[in-house]
């Protein structure tokens, strides 16, 4: 954040400063007391388990400043700031800093496809703008004013990616972002639990209007039943992309080779030929709106197309060994995202056996077992020779699915960490070939096994927190509390790693004193 004091927070908020120095400037948010600096404002939110105002005293100790609800009086020279909920407060701070910054801003929200979407429309403005887009996958009520802490006076243009699960989370997102443009990509079967039905799923998505100014406008995805069905509900000018006869951004003959999809890009009377460097029809889609925004932003079209050559964010990683080619989906769930990711392996051109690694389909409430046929049903129609799918209804262990799954998707970024590794050890001058690991041991294990080991137990760490936060193999209700016990193997590999920690340590010093 930039200049943001105390003073600027009380406005945003109404908000009533129990003590400390108004004139403070606050240079970040947190809901991490852990991550609390001098110039940091902590904000303690009350969750279903656990009420963050509790580690307001720690969160304090190195300066800043914290949001209260629960406390009427406070001492002291860090500042307390009274309010009636930290969450909303803390939306409120982000949406006065939004507004404190000129720059237009794209808001992009839908079932599937918002943060490929997101990520392509980013590429392309990067044709011409500093680009300042969503954080990792914080698009949440708490993630959107966390990402926008983050903006600066330099960036030219956002892209902030707005998701939901409840009705009236995409208004209130609307009115921190306060989005130039908005783009809704798809309406499916994601949160119907919470939701209730597809149609309902689809006003939330179009509410994205709300926080639109009187001359935005509305980038709608015309393939979408559900958005054609509601589409009287649009009350802000808007205009459709996709495959159909009358979308105003159109494409036409798609075709895929050497692992790029072409296609012809139809505007008015322009007529372009468009090369993606990711697979699948669905992607196509997701390009058209990248095209729409990037003219609506006078993006040169050569630029546009430069920029959607380059494109890599394609979620699903395809892995090729030997005679296999693999797709690994595991990140998604919902039966359009796995229908997308089958017809890419379907269509894909190889000469050895297919094979799909999915995740399960969870919120999709009482209808999910019709949702699960239908995706078997669409596999059935489809040329994946092998599937290896995590879900309950497979009566295959989830515990070979799961490993198998986590493995794919641990290794390629793990490969990529790698020569990450060796370039930074060649910047340290320290030469990697055949003959240091004989003559020189110790100085390789040290400067090149050690740092692999521990960024793949980083990753391991990574990919296991995210799919203990998915609820993967979690018997019971994602909302319950599961107790984790140590057993005797585990203090056994600790001793181990203690050991090892021990030894290294020692071998560390023994390099250095002969070096």
């Not at 656990?50 to 406390?71: M, R, S, W, Y």
């Not at 799909?356 to 489809?382: N, Q, W």
């Amino acid at each position: 954040m930039e200049n943001i004091t105390i003073q600027d927070i009380l406005e945003a908020t109404d908000g009533t400063l129990l003590c400390g120095d108004p004139s403070m400037k606050i240079d970040h948010l947190s809901t991490n007391s852990m991550e609390v600096g001098p110039n940091t404002l902590f904000v303690p939110i009350i969750g279903e388990r656990v009420d963050a105002h509790i580690f307001i005293p720690n969160a304090l100790k190195e300066g800043g400043a914290c949001l209260t609800q629960e406390h009427n009086e406070a001492e002291g020279d860090a500042p307390y700031i009274k309010v009636p909920d930290t969450l909303t407060a803390m939306q409120q701070i982000a949406s006065y800093y939004r507004n404190k910054m000129s720059l237009p801003i794209i808001g992009v929200t839908g079932s599937v496809g918002k943060t490929t979407t997101r990520e392509m429309i980013a590429h392309v403005l990067k044709g011409k703008y500093k680009v300042f887009e969503t954080i990792g996958n914080q698009n949440s009520q708490v993630g959107v004013p966390l990402t926008l802490d983050h903006l600066t006076s330099e960036d030219e243009i956002g892209v902030l990616e707005m998701g939901m699960s409840e009705k009236g989370q995409i208004t209130t997102l609307g009115n921190i972002i306060h989005p130039n443009v908005g783009v809704v990509t798809n309406v499916g079967v994601s949160h119907i639990e919470m939701m209730g039905s597809r149609d309902n799923i689809c006003i939330e998505k179009l509410d994205i209007q709300n926080g639109l100014p009187e001359d935005g406008v509305l980038f709608l995805n015309g393939d979408n039943d559900m958005i054609r069905k509601h589409i009287d509900y649009v009350k802000k000018p808007y205009e459709f992309y996709g495959f159909a006869d009358d979308c105003t951004y159109r494409a036409e003959k798609i075709r895929e080779k050497n692992g790029q999809t072409l296609f012809e890009f139809h505007y008015g009377n322009m007529k372009e030929n468009i090369t993606l460097n990711v697979l699948g029809k669905h992607n196509v889609s997701n390009a058209l709106a990248a095209i729409a925004i990037g003219l609506r932003y006078d993006v040169p079209m050569d630029a546009i197309k430069t920029q959607l050559s380059t494109f890599s964010g394609q979620r699903q990683n395809i892995v090729h060994v030997n005679d296999y080619t693999l797709i690994d989906d595991a990140y998604n769930a919902s039966p359009d995202s796995m229908k997308a990711s089958l017809s890419i392996l379907s269509d894909f051109k190889t000469r050895g056996r297919k094979i799909a690694v999915l995740s399960d389909m969870l919120e999709l409430g009482p209808d999910s077992p019709e949702y699960h046929k239908e995706v078997g049903r669409f596999i059935a129609t489809t040329k994946v020779s092998e599937l290896i799918a995590a879900m309950y209804s497979l009566k295959i262990p989830r515990s070979i699915t799961i490993t198998f799954a986590m493995v794919l998707r641990f290794f390629p970024t793990f490969s990529e960490e790698i020569h990450n590794i060796y370039d930074a050890m060649r910047l340290r001058g320290i030469a990697l070939s055949w003959k240091n690991v004989f003559t020189r041991p110790m100085l390789i294990l040290e400067a090149i096994a050690i740092p692999i080991v521990m960024r793949s137990a980083s990753i391991a760490e990574e990919l296991s927190a995210s799919a203990v936060t998915r609820g993967i193999d979690n018997p019971a209700q994602r909302t319950s509390f599961i107790q984790l016990k140590v057993h005797a193997k585990d203090w056994m590999v600790l001793c181990f790693f203690l050991v090892a920690f021990v030894v290294l340590f020692f071998c560390k010093y023994q390099i250095y004193g002969r070096i």
